[in-house]
């Protein structure tokens, strides 16, 4: 009897987790979108490998312009690393076409539909914990499909309905990428010349 009841608990609270997932996490990822139309924000890259005790940074801007998509610019103190905008990207100067990144179009699609209020996509390549505080809101994804587990081990969103503050995202190596948003003032320039 008490397997059976701690069976049912699991179940129980497997439904209730869903539930939340599927009526909170929409709710609140409406809010957050209704509340970006265009903005700007700095960002602070932090690299971790797991071989090393030191820390890489590198900083840069992105930019959403609702209905239009993201416009990404990363730089080191002093040389341009990685340049996006929304059909090409851009390393060191040389241009390349994003549809040739690797489940680019995938995950490109992923984004749209998330931005839409669809997490249907997102649900099914990852498993997810949502919790909602005081603070605002994070996600902990892990990746349901091979293809993913092989590359990535988890995927940590924190935000409020009105920012995205943070994303911690751990590779299937051990190396951790930290990166963190800060809302600007400045309004950046919609496309970045390689």
Same mark, same amino acid.
């Given at each position: !009897?008490?397997?059976?009841?701690?069976?049912?608990? @699991?179940?129980?609270?497997?439904?209730?987790?869903?539930?939340?997932?599927?009526? =909170?996490?929409?709710?609140?990822?409406?809010?957050?979108?209704?509340?970006?139309? /265009?903005?700007s924000?700095?960002? *602070?890259? @932090?690299?971790?490998?797991?071989?090393? *005790?030191? $820390?890489?940074? %590198?900083?840069?801007?992105?930019?959403?312009?609702?209905?239009t998509?993201?416009?990404?610019? $990363?730089?080191?103190p002093?040389?341009?690393v990685? /340049?996006?905008?929304?059909?090409?990207?851009?390393?060191?100067? =040389?241009?390349?076409?994003?549809?040739?990144?690797?489940?680019?179009? $995938?995950?490109?699609?992923?984004?749209?539909? !998330?931005? #839409?209020?669809?997490?249907?996509?997102?649900?099914?390549?990852?498993?997810?914990?949502?919790?909602?505080?005081? #603070?605002?809101?994070?996600?902990?994804?892990?990746?349901?499909?091979?293809?993913? *587990?092989?590359?990535?081990?988890?995927?940590?969103?924190?935000? &409020? /309905?009105?920012?995205?503050?943070?994303?911690?995202?751990?590779?299937?190596?051990?190396?951790?990428?930290?990166?963190?948003? &800060?809302?600007?003032?400045?309004?950046? %320039?919609? =496309? @970045?010349?390689?």
């Amino acid at each position: !009897m008490k397997k059976f009841l701690a069976i049912l608990t @699991i179940l129980f609270s497997t439904t209730c987790l869903a539930q939340q997932i599927t009526n =909170e996490m929409p709710k609140k990822l409406k809010q957050f979108v209704d509340n970006l139309e /265009t903005v700007s924000a700095n960002f *602070t890259q @932090i690299k971790i490998l797991p071989e090393s *005790t030191k $820390q890489f940074k %590198s900083f840069g801007y992105v930019k959403f312009v609702k209905g239009t998509g993201f416009t990404w610019h $990363q730089t080191k103190p002093s040389e341009t690393v990685f /340049t996006s905008t929304l059909k090409t990207y851009c390393v060191n100067g =040389e241009d390349k076409q994003l549809n040739e990144l690797p489940y680019f179009n $995938q995950i490109q699609q992923m984004i749209d539909s !998330m931005l #839409n209020g669809d997490i249907s996509d997102f649900l099914f390549a990852f498993n997810v914990d949502y919790f909602d505080d005081k #603070n605002g809101w994070h996600l902990v994804a892990t990746p349901r499909l091979s293809a993913l *587990t092989d590359f990535i081990q988890n995927l940590t969103v924190y935000g &409020t /309905t009105k920012n995205l503050d943070k994303i911690i995202i751990t590779y299937a190596d051990g190396t951790i990428i930290i990166l963190q948003f &800060t809302r600007s003032s400045k309004d950046f %320039s919609d =496309e @970045i010349v390689c």
